[in-house]
């Protein structure tokens, strides 16, 4: 076969399925660097759900790893209930129930789990082994048909035991040498949790002429949204403000018949502006968690939720915005007053903000010093000497710059007009500002351009 230089990545996952049965095809890219950057693995989770340090995985309990069966799969039959003729069931741990529901179809599930063959008392698999849980999408075919239709019958937080039929594991040729065929296996199950995944997508299931009706739109929003709350689980975070970008884009230009549906959409709309708010801390953009702040304060009348009073005042911290976080941030506490979460982060803004006025301090008595022993000094005539001072400041601006706790740094008063040219010099040749504060005349400033 000629090689052409050009391979495609895997576009759909393998089917367990497919493997064991009808076998599949697929090509494998070497090319790794083509077409492609470090973004992508910005956006993928690629570790487990309750991901653990290399000390907890090299202390695990063996006796979570020892079969509670190691007599004939017979014998067990007569402790279990059969749920179908392929599958028999002991639960050991009732799960929650007030739902009513197992995992549906196009869930993601969460579980944890160890797998034995008959007469074995160590698993062949495990995620306790490997000290992770494992998570899968119903309905893929992600796993083996034993494994998914055992999990399908669980509660969230339920524990069982499953005797599972060859006919839905390795079949009747199994996997030598390591599954015999017809091999019958023993799981132990639990269900950590399990949610709707939705579809990042729905929207172009809507008619092109039903895109601004609410009463259409809202359901496909609902479905963007779950999508995006997937994601966050994930830790995909960029994915889920894509997800929620889109939803809110989708609702807010909806075409509304009534109060009520006003009312519906404001409420959905709050949603998805704490969502973000909370996304936009994870990736590090503040500022647009202020303007989402700023979106739930009109909808609520200026009565954001202590949710939204913490994310604002978390993102005005990251802004250096010391004493408009400090406010923020105290009213939230008024609210919650034993929320831990709020403690530390007023905790961690009283650390900065007295770093940070330490490092103004600092940086303004070195600078005005510098100032006003070269009005002092006669004229300079040497090019080095002067050379030298202006480095001296030049090494203090950067330093201003380059710190990204702070914003702005407010000059003392009465500066003379050399200290002001002198200053504003070195600004510019920073790309930085000189201004007068706008909250007072006779103070200036120094900030960052945007």
Not at 15 to 43: A, K, P, V
Not at 264 to 283: E, G, H, M, P, R
Not at 297 to 321: D, I, V
């Amino acid at each position: 076969m000629e090689d052409t230089g050009v391979c495609n990545f895997l576009k759909d996952p393998l089917s367990i399925n497919d493997l064991i049965t009808s076998g599949t095809n697929f090509e494998i890219n070497t090319n790794f660097d083509e077409g492609f950057t470090n973004d992508i693995y910005d956006e993928l989770n690629l570790g487990s759900d309750d991901e653990q340090d290399d000390d907890s995985k090299n202390c695990i309990d063996q006796s979570l790893l020892v079969s509670p069966w190691t007599k004939s799969f017979d014998e067990l039959k007569q402790h279990m209930r059969q749920v179908n003729e392929n599958m028999w069931k002991k639960i050991t741990k009732v799960g929650d129930e007030s739902e009513g529901v197992v995992p549906p179809v196009n869930a993601r599930a969460c579980i944890r789990y160890n797998a034995y063959w008959e007469g074995e008392g160590t698993p062949f698999d495990s995620t306790f082994l490997r000290g992770s849980s494992y998570s899968f999408y119903t309905g893929r075919n992600e796993v083996l048909q034993g494994l998914e239709d055992a999990v399908c019958t669980m509660h969230k937080g339920e524990n069982a035991q499953f005797l599972i039929s060859y006919n839905l594991l390795f079949r009747e040729m199994g996997c030598p040498p390591r599954v015999k065929p017809k091999a019958d296996g023993l799981f132990i199950i639990e269900v950590v949790s399990y949610n709707l995944i939705g579809d990042i997508d729905a929207e172009q299931q809507i008619p092109e002429e039903d895109r601004d009706k609410y009463s259409v739109v809202i359901d496909k929003v609902k479905e963007i949204h779950l999508k995006g709350l997937d994601f966050f689980s994930q830790g995909m975070y960029r994915n889920a403000c894509r997800a929620f970008e889109k939803a809110l884009d989708l609702l807010k230009f909806s075409r509304l018949t009534s109060e009520e549906e006003e009312k519906a959409q404001s409420a959905f709309l709050l949603k998805l502006y704490t969502n973000l708010a909370v996304c936009y801390i994870k990736v590090n953009a503040p500022a647009k968690t202020c303007i989402m702040c700023k979106e739930i304060r009109h909808l609520t009348n200026n009565k954001p939720s202590c949710k939204a009073l913490f994310q604002e005042g978390r993102a005005l911290l990251m802004l250096g915005e010391y004493e408009k976080a400090r406010s923020h941030l105290i009213k939230a506490q008024h609210m919650e007053p034993h929320n831990l979460d709020i403690s530390a982060e007023l905790k961690l803004l009283e650390e900065r903000y007295k770093s940070y006025k330490e490092s103004e301090k600092k940086l303004w008595t070195k600078a005005m010093g510098l100032i006003k022993n070269a009005d002092d000094e006669p004229v300079k005539t040497n090019p080095s000497d002067i050379d030298e001072l202006e480095q001296e400041m030049l090494n203090l601006m950067i330093h201003f710059k380059d710190d990204n706790d702070q914003k702005s740094l407010k000059l003392p008063s009465g500066l003379t007009t050399k200290e002001i040219e002198t200053l504003d010099g070195l600004a510019k040749r920073l790309d930085l500002k000189l201004t007068l504060n706008t909250l007072d005349s006779t103070q200036y400033i120094i900030t960052k351009k945007t």
